[in-house]
């Protein structure tokens, strides 16, 4: 079994600045692709940043340039690096890894975090 622990939400002030950890936990051998997703109330879920193992990154145009995904692939970590906040970047956000191989072969597919809550407000 593993599964995706997602730290790092709160309330901040427009213009402020967030930190979002993701930490896969289990028998991991190796994990393909991490992403950050958000979803505002109403709102459908969408892609915010991508990661792929080798390091190459895509962004939603509407993050490009204020946040930054990276990875710790010895501590199977994702990271999001969310600055200059504003309002309409308040949502859950949620990872995502699109494939995680365990120690004893086993594959799991896109896996889920339960998401954490970031709130921009003054």
């Known amino acids: 079994q593993v599964q995706l622990v997602e730290s790092g939400g709160g309330l901040v002030q427009p213009g402020g600045s967030l930190r979002l950890s993701c930490a896969a936990s289990g028998s991991i051998f190796s994990i393909n692709a991490m992403g950050w997703y958000r979803q505002a109330p109403g709102k459908q879920r969408e892609l915010v940043a991508a990661?792929?193992?080798?390091?190459?990154?895509n962004y939603a145009d509407s993050v490009k340039g204020r946040f930054t995904i990276s990875r710790d692939n010895a501590k199977n970590t994702v990271y999001l690096q969310m600055n200059s906040l504003k309002p309409e970047d308040t949502a859950v956000y949620y990872c995502?890894?699109?494939?995680?191989?365990?120690?004893?072969?086993?594959?799991?597919?896109?896996?889920w975090g339960q998401g954490t809550l970031v709130t921009v407000s003054s």
């Open positions: 995502d890894v699109d494939s995680i191989a365990t120690m004893g072969a086993i594959v799991y597919l896109e896996v």
């Open positions: 990661i792929t193992s080798g390091g190459s990154t």
